[in-house]
């Protein structure tokens, strides 16, 4: 498996390797001592999540308190997805810029997303099936979002294609309303919980 950083510090893609026969085929999305050696430490699985989407659909952007945060490693199962991540963490050197990563689920890679930066995809197949190994529990209170439409946050979703959101993604401020109220996470706080999980691995 290739493990390799984006341009946003605690984004990986992981390129596993796919083995095709006339039955079909076989990978594995995830594998711990690739993760490992690329990051320096395990990968805390706490709970594992599937979506189904129509195409359309944007899921986020959303990010979660930290501490503790929740990391996520994400691929896809089925279809064809545009993810985004976006670095939210304030105080970063690259504090509201994006990382585009289209997954399908012909590749199977994977991106892993530290605490601190936010997720959305949009659905580019008829259906799309999103796996997710999270590092800690849903908690409601913990979870918020940005607005994934926001047009200075301008993020690029895919043409011609017509979004489909959930209210409560409608309804979710957009980066400078975040920003000014407090809400986003802060970088020394997300940087004090990376060196604590290498300090543990």
């Known amino acids: 498996m290739k493990a390799s950083e984006l341009s946003i510090d605690g984004l990986w893609l992981f390129e596993p390797t796919v083995f ?7 990978t594995a999305p995830f594998q711990g001592p690739a993760f490992r050696e690329a990051l320096g430490f395990d990968l805390t699985v706490a709970q594992a999540n599937q979506s189904v989407s129509r195409r359309g659909v944007i899921r986020g952007v959303h990010f979660a308190d930290v501490p503790p945060g929740q ?7 089925e279809g064809a997805v545009r993810d985004v991540v976006v670095d ?16 399908d689920a012909g590749s199977l890679r994977a991106l892993y997303l530290a605490e601190g930066l936010g997720h959305a995809f949009q659905a580019l197949s008829d259906r799309a099936t999103v796996g997710y190994l999270c590092s800690t529990p849903y908690a409601p209170a913990a979870e918020h979002g940005i607005d994934p439409l926001d047009p200075e946050l301008g993020l690029p979703w895919a043409d011609g294609v017509t979004p489909v959101l959930s209210a ?3 309804a979710a401020p957009i ?16 940087d004090v919980r990376y060196q604590q999980l290498r300090a543990d691995g």
């Open 20 to 26: 095709p026969d006339d039955r079909g085929s076989f």
């Open 71 to 77: 990391a996520k490693y994400v691929h896809v199962a």
């Open 88 to 103: 939210l963490r304030v105080g970063s050197p690259t504090f509201g810029r994006f990382e585009v990563v289209d997954l």
């Open 168 to 170: 409560k993604d409608r």
């Open 175 to 190: 980066l400078r309303h975040a920003l000014d109220t407090g809400m986003l996470p802060s970088r020394e706080l997300c």
